[in-house]
């Protein structure tokens, strides 16, 4: 087994990995050597197609259909140079206080998560779109919103250059996208930061290396050859940081033979959600321009979160429940169709953890509560009002049956979508939020780090990515993420003379 | 040897069923929406893909005992209202199992740009300026 040596291993490029990696940097000048390890392959500018199955593909973990245990729920991000920043959507708020009090983590302050979340706004570029970039399926959502009675707000999103082409989660195709691919890695970079990719970590060993796996190249797929030759590698490191995700870092460090707290991969929460669609009488524009610019949050008061979203032709029709005529006609009235993500706000639920099987793969082990199914089943009904009020024809509800509720019966969704139709197993759910499963707190008794994400009894192994939060945010997490990660880096540089003595 | 492979008749015949335009599909593009379940099906675990083929034929067979013939042997209404009885199914793994194979027919059908096309799906890298003059 090769060997390598560095001062600071980062494992994972993501929202995490990339803010810490460039947290870091300026080390590189004192003469402390930084490598981040990512498990995905670093894609060229050119290589960002667009087309659903090669993106999904290329970018995502089991190419987009990574499922729960029991295969109740789809679970979406990405292994790539910059993680799931890569797909995400860009949108970009800061924590709720009444979250962070919820978490109620020794020394987690809302105010020090806004200050450090504005940073990375700033740096993200993050705004509002002016109206000009707004389509009809955005626009038909603040009219249906308002006149069905809610709060609508608009989302900032963190793009630069955006051309409308709607691509986001397959990966920007015109770099306009401010995720950690186009700005903290290559900032890092520049500072002498060395990035491997194809590059998994399979487990951090108690001398504090770590033993990585670089791949080959697969025939014919996308991006660069990893920056090391393919083998086997033990790099020896001072200070190790996990960023591998809500699923990557408890997968991580539960096939480690480390003495971690008994808690590690608790609480684990996605904000499961649904995507609905309706029929227009008339074709909108739906499938050009930046896909989600709006928002309804009843979080705090019906756990539920409603945001705009356009999808691509596989992922629609999946989402719409049943098949034959009716869901085919569905389909194909896609130039007419208005979309809307429904998402749950789950909690952290005794049982909903992630494992590791018996070759270190991670099992993400998830029930639906019935708050989570109410959340849902009360997003879908103000879907419906939202997309009646907007014009629509017909809306398809998967908590319906028959799913399709006609115009004539808008008066009637509170009667027609129930909780009696739900169905683990028959209806489309999937979630992008994941959080948890390394969980800040007060000691090994009840979580996993510190508030510095320092693991509980090995101060030289920290985490920094949404594995952290110890419950779910309610909100899209990307900012919050860079926001903690923030923290980790700050405690690195505070505890590093020690550590690297 | 192709997934799909012993199983295939059943497998055009369900696909049929999920989307009714299917059985207007060619050889050749009957070979395309295959060719995108397979290329989904090599990086998934030999025993998922066993599951696969172990649910085909299940439900290839199942309708000997309600309609005294297999799944491939069904008139089109036969086969859709057996389906939907699987999709609503009390055993979980019924359900599931069915919601996966209806996923892969789905992704064949509808991920060929052909298919995008057909529905009226124009998304272009260019954004905006495919589509305002
Ligand atoms: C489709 C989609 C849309 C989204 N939209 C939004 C949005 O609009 N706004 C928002 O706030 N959030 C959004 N999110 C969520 C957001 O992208 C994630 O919450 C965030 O990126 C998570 O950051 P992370 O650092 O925890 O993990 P990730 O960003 O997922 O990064 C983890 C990285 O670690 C790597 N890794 C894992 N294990 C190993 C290992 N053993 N060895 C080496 N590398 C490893 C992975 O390959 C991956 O690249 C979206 C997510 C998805 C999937
Ligand atoms: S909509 Fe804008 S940000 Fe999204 S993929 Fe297209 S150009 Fe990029």
């Known amino acids: 087994m090769t060997e390598r040596v560095y001062e600071v291993v980062i494992i994972g490029s993501g929202a995490g990995g990339g803010t810490v990696a460039q947290a870091l940097a300026p080390?590189?000048?004192?003469?402390?050597?930084?490598?981040?390890?990512?498990?995905?392959?670093?894609?060229?500018?050119?290589?960002?197609?667009?087309?659903?199955?090669?993106?999904?593909?290329?970018?995502?973990?089991?190419?987009?259909?990574?499922?729960?245990?029991?295969?109740?729920?789809?679970?979406?991000?990405?292994?790539?140079y910059g993680g799931s920043t890569v797909v995400y959507t860009g949108t970009s708020l800061t924590a709720p206080e009444r979250v962070v009090r919820h978490w109620n983590v020794p020394g987690l302050d809302h105010a020090d998560v806004v200050r450090r979340s504005e940073k990375y706004l700033r740096e993200n570029n993050v705004h509002l779109l002016g109206p000009d970039a707004l389509n009809d399926n955005n626009r038909l959502f603040v009219e249906g919103g308002r006149r069905a009675g809610y709060h609508v707000e608009q989302f900032p999103v963190n793009v630069k250059g955006c051309r409308g082409s709607s691509f986001c989660n397959l990966g920007c195709p015109n770099q306009a996208k401010q995720g950690t691919n186009r700005v903290q890695l290559p900032a890092a970079e520049r500072d002498g930061v060395e990035v491997v990719t194809r590059a998994e970590v399979l487990r951090i060993e108690v001398d504090r290396s770590v033993v990585v796996r670089v791949g080959e190249k697969p025939a014919g797929g996308k991006g660069a050859p990893s920056e090391w030759a393919p083998g086997d590698y033990r790099v020896r490191g001072k200070i190790v940081v996990s960023a591998g995700g809500a699923i990557g870092s408890p997968a991580l460090l539960l096939r480690s033979p480390l003495p971690t707290p008994r808690c590690l991969g608790d609480g684990f929460t996605c904000h499961p959600a649904l995507i609905l669609v309706a029929e227009h009488p008339r074709a909108i524009t739906n499938d050009v321009g930046h896909p989600k610019s709006f928002f309804v949050d009843r979080g705090a008061e019906e756990r539920f979160v409603l945001e705009t979203c356009m999808y691509f032709p596989f992922t629609t029709a999946k989402a719409i429940t049943g098949f034959g005529a009716a869901h085919s006609a569905m389909v194909r009235a896609f130039p007419r169709l208005q979309m809307i993500l429904v998402l749950a706000c789950d909690h952290a639920t005794p049982g909903n953890r992630i494992t590791a099987d018996a070759a270190g793969k991670p099992v993400v082990h998830y029930r639906f509560t019935p708050e989570t199914?109410?959340?849902?089943?009360?997003?879908?009904?103000?879907?419906?009002?939202?997309?009646?009020?907007?014009?629509?024809?017909?809306?398809?509800?998967?908590?319906?049956?028959?799913?399709?509720?006609?115009?004539?019966?808008?008066?009637?969704?509170?009667?027609?979508?129930?909780?009696?139709?739900?169905?683990?197993?028959?209806?489309?759910?999937?979630?992008?939020?994941?959080?948890?499963?390394?969980?800040?707190?007060?000691?090994?008794?009840?979580?996993?780090?510190?508030?510095?994400?320092?693991?509980?009894?090995?101060?030289?192994?920290?985490?920094?990515?949404?594995?952290?939060?110890?419950?779910?945010?309610?909100?899209?997490?990307?900012?919050?993420?860079?926001?903690?990660?923030?923290?980790?880096?700050?405690?690195?540089?505070?505890?590093?003379?020690?550590?690297?003595? | 040897m192709a997934v799909l492979d012993p199983v295939r008749p059943a497998f055009r015949a369900v696909g049929q069923t999920v989307v009714p335009e299917a059985a207007r599909l060619t050889e050749s593009e009957w070979a395309a929406v295959e060719d995108i379940v397979e290329q989904a099906l090599a990086t998934r675990p030999p025993r998922l893909q066993r599951q696969l083929v172990?649910?085909?034929r299940l439900l290839q067979w199942l309708p000997l005992f309600r309609y005294g013939r297999p799944f491939t042997a069904l008139d089109p209404t036969h086969r859709t209202r057996f389906l939907a009885a699987i999709q609503d199914a009390p055993v979980l793994l019924l359900r599931r199992g069915f919601w996966g194979l209806r996923t892969l027919v789905l992704m064949g059908y509808y991920a060929r740009p052909v298919a995008a096309t057909e529905i009226g799906y124009q998304a272009d890298p260019r954004g905006w300026e495919a589509r305002r003059p």
Do not use: Q
Request: proline residues 4%; contains cysteine.
């Open chain 1, 27 to 80: 080390m590189v000048r004192d003469g402390v050597r930084i490598l981040v390890l990512e498990k995905g392959p670093r894609l060229a500018d050119g290589e960002f197609t667009g087309r659903e199955m090669e993106m999904a593909t290329a970018l995502y973990e089991d190419g987009g259909g990574f499922l729960t245990a029991d295969g109740t729920m789809t679970l979406a991000f990405a292994c790539t």
């Open chain 1, 373 to 501: 199914v109410d959340g849902l089943v009360r997003g879908t009904v103000a879907s419906a009002k939202i997309f009646f009020a907007a014009g629509a024809l017909r809306v398809h509800a998967p908590f319906a049956d028959p799913p399709l509720i006609d115009a004539r019966d808008a008066a009637r969704v509170e009667a027609l979508i129930t909780t009696r139709h739900w169905r683990p197993g028959k209806t489309t759910v999937s979630a992008a939020h994941l959080m948890g499963g390394c969980g800040m707190g007060r000691s090994a008794a009840d979580s996993v780090t510190d508030v510095w994400g320092r693991v509980h009894g090995i101060p030289w192994l920290r985490v920094a990515d949404a594995s952290l939060f110890p419950d779910s945010l309610e909100i899209n997490p990307y900012v919050t993420i860079m926001a903690l990660a923030d923290r980790v880096a700050e405690g690195i540089r505070e505890d590093a003379r020690e550590l690297l003595a």
């Open chain 2, 54 to 56: 172990t649910l085909i």
